[in-house]
């Protein structure tokens, strides 16, 4: 379990760089509206964790639909996408700088993925094994 979350966290950051990167070109480097620059680097992100999501942190086999865990996957990540979303609109109304409420938003949308992602898409498979071997090992 230790290296899984050790393995999210890697992920997660590599996630969030590659959302505040394309927050930043689009925002600030091609003048695109802060919400519009928002979904579509959350739409990056999104994509970019699946795959990290699957290969790397829940090493999940793909013995059942890709698809099917895409769509829970992307359905799930949704819901992030509203949170940061209107967590963005909320910061910044409250003169919050808008790259200062992507990062501080970043930390909730981290913790809250890894819960979604842990039991609702990634289950079964390898990912019961490493989680098995690694409760037997902390005993």
Same mark, same amino acid.
């Given at each position: 379990? &230790? !290296?899984?979350?050790?393995? !999210?966290?890697?992920?997660? *950051?590599?996630?969030?760089?590659?959302?505040?990167?394309?927050? #930043? *070109?689009?925002? !600030?480097?091609?003048?695109?509206?802060? &919400?519009?620059?928002?979904? =579509?680097?959350?739409?990056?992100?999104?994509?970019?964790?699946? @795959?990290?999501? /699957?290969?790397?942190?829940?090493?999940?086999?793909?013995? #059942?639909?890709?698809?099917?865990?895409?769509?829970?996957?992307?359905?799930?990540? #949704?819901?992030?996408?509203?949170?940061?979303?209107?967590?963005?609109?909320?910061?910044?109304?409250?003169?919050?700088?808008?790259?200062?409420?992507?990062? =501080? =938003?970043?930390?909730? @949308?981290?913790?809250?993925?890894?819960?979604?992602?842990?039991? !609702?898409?990634? /289950? #079964?498979?390898?990912?019961?094994?490493?989680?098995?071997?690694?409760?037997?090992?902390?005993?």
């Amino acid at each position: 379990m &230790q !290296y899984e979350m050790i393995r !999210y966290l890697i992920g997660g *950051i590599g996630t969030t760089l590659v959302n505040l990167s394309i927050f #930043g *070109i689009l925002r !600030y480097g091609l003048d695109m509206r802060m &919400q519009a620059a928002n979904i =579509l680097s959350i739409i990056t992100a999104i994509l970019f964790a699946f @795959i990290v999501n /699957k290969k790397f942190v829940f090493r999940a086999d793909d013995s #059942g639909s890709v698809w099917k865990e895409f769509l829970r996957f992307t359905g799930m990540r #949704g819901v992030s996408l509203a949170v940061e979303v209107f967590g963005m609109q909320i910061l910044t109304m409250l003169s919050v700088p808008d790259i200062a409420a992507k990062i =501080l =938003l970043q930390a909730v @949308i981290i913790a809250m993925n890894y819960v979604i992602s842990k039991c !609702y898409v990634f /289950k #079964g498979g390898h990912l019961n094994e490493e989680n098995n071997r690694d409760h037997t090992m902390s005993e």
